[in-house]
């Protein structure tokens, strides 16, 4: 039965289930990004079908469901069905982007929309870690600039002994609209499966942090990265060292998720040379 409710860390599993039964490269399907922004969001979770329902209620946003992929006759259901437990919408986000070519006649009951904004940023590790080609060329000099001026910098990956000082660096280097995700993934950083990394510099100050969950067998969502915008080249440096770090998890790819429309944040992810973008969709069903 549909019966929405917080999402709580129990939930986990059952979005890992689902993101298993039918991997995804949306960073909006996993459990990390769904739990770290739910005190903003106000984040309600319900069982649909074997899927899991996931809705946004002063968004107005409910998600595609996530597990088995649906119909657009099954997604119609879907709305309709939250929609009767009195809930009110305005879209269905996160659709995948294959959904109009696979079903030809899911125009015919959604207007379908795209948004630049809402894509997110893919990297293929192999790329990332040489860091061949003009497009690069800078990241590579301020990498250089960052190890001259820092010999003897050091990294480390977040655990018992430095998740105190990962969490007072992120919450110094965060803004506004993370403090409350970063305050829930570090409270709860085992619990959701998270891994991370600190960057230092040649005085043992944290100058980077990046926390990552997976997201398939060979991908990882970046979910933060914080660096000191005065330590020129730490911002890439922490770059080379997520590659690497992941790499080693045996991951091909890196999820950097969207620019939300941001200008500055586009040009920093697009300066990165990403391999491709995934093309989330929002419908709107046209009845309910």
Known sequence: MMIFKPISIADKSAFDAAETENPSESSERTFAVNYAYAEDYKTLVAPWRGRIAVLHPEKRILHYPIGKTVSPEELLEYARDVATRGYTFDYIYDTPPEFPANY???????DIMEN??????????????????????????LIKHFETENPNWT???????????????????????D???IIRCFD????MGLSGLLLRDDNGKIVGLSVFSRKTADMFDVLFEKSDKTEKGAAQMLVKLETEFLIKQNALYMNREQDLGEPNL???KKSLDPSRMYKRLSVVPKML
């Open 116 to 141: 630049e904004g809402e894509f997110d940023y893919i990297f293929d590790l192999a790329n990332l870690k040489e860091m061949r080609g003009a497009i690069l060329r800078k990241k590579r000099n």
């Open 179 to 181: 403090m409350s995700a």
């Open 266 to 268: 586009r040009q920093a």
């Open 155 to 177: 990294t480390e990956d977040i655990d018992g002994g430095n998740i105190a000082q990962a969490r007072e660096f992120a919450l110094e280097t965060a803004a506004d609209f």
């Open 188 to 191: 709860t950083f085992e619990q």
């Open 104 to 110: 030809p006649d899911a125009e015919k009951l959604f």
